[in-house]
């Protein structure tokens, strides 16, 4: 809470206003993104540039102050992807309908499912996304 607007500005610019985790867009959604603290401020986490990330509101609620989650295939604990220091492309895919997000890693299907990136709500507007040429993003 509480980011200097400075630094939003930042963040929105390197993030190019889209969620982190499930990529949606604030054109295409017409809601502000969030900040979110990759590291959750209850863990020690900083407002710095490396720990903060553009989060839609789904994806941060669903987050919390959590930093891991179980990874439905391996049955373990892993770390939940870390949209600074990991690549998106390396951890998550489209299926071939491009409205569903499918983990790649440990950590990709272990943020999928604790952030409900497919959820109903999503899936209902990609679907509408895709149809118009709008989704997925480059
Ligand atoms: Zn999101």
């Given at each position: 809470?509480?980011?200097?607007?400075?630094l939003?500005?930042?963040?929105?610019?390197?993030?190019?206003?889209?969620?982190?985790?499930?990529?949606?867009?604030?054109?295409?959604?017409?809601?502000?993104?969030?900040?979110?603290?990759?590291?959750?401020?209850?863990?020690?986490?900083?407002?710095?540039?490396?720990?903060?990330c553009?989060a839609?509101?789904?994806?941060?609620?669903?987050?919390?102050?959590?930093?891991?989650?179980?990874?439905?295939?391996t049955?373990?604990?892993?770390?939940?992807?870390?949209?600074?220091?990991?690549?998106?492309?390396?951890?998550?895919?489209?299926?071939?309908?491009?409205?569903?997000?499918?983990?790649?890693?440990?950590c990709?299907?272990?943020?999928?499912?604790?952030?409900?990136?497919?959820?109903?709500?999503?899936?209902?507007?990609?679907?509408?996304?895709?149809?118009?040429?709008?989704?997925?993003?480059?």
């Amino acid at each position: 809470m509480g980011v200097p607007a400075e630094l939003r500005l930042l963040i929105e610019k390197r993030d190019r206003k889209k969620c982190s985790y499930c990529l949606t867009s604030e054109d295409n959604c017409g809601l502000r993104m969030h900040i979110d603290h990759i590291l959750p401020e209850s863990a020690g986490g900083k407002s710095t540039v490396d720990n903060l990330c553009l989060a839609c509101f789904s994806c941060n609620v669903n987050k919390g102050a959590n930093q891991t989650y179980l990874d439905p295939l391996t049955k373990t604990i892993v770390p939940l992807f870390h949209p600074v220091r990991q690549k998106w492309k390396e951890h998550f895919g489209w299926d071939e309908s491009k409205i569903n997000i499918i983990g790649l890693t440990s950590c990709g299907r272990a943020t999928v499912l604790l952030l409900k990136l497919n959820n109903t709500t999503i899936v209902n507007a990609r679907r509408r996304w895709v149809s118009a040429g709008w989704h997925p993003p480059d």
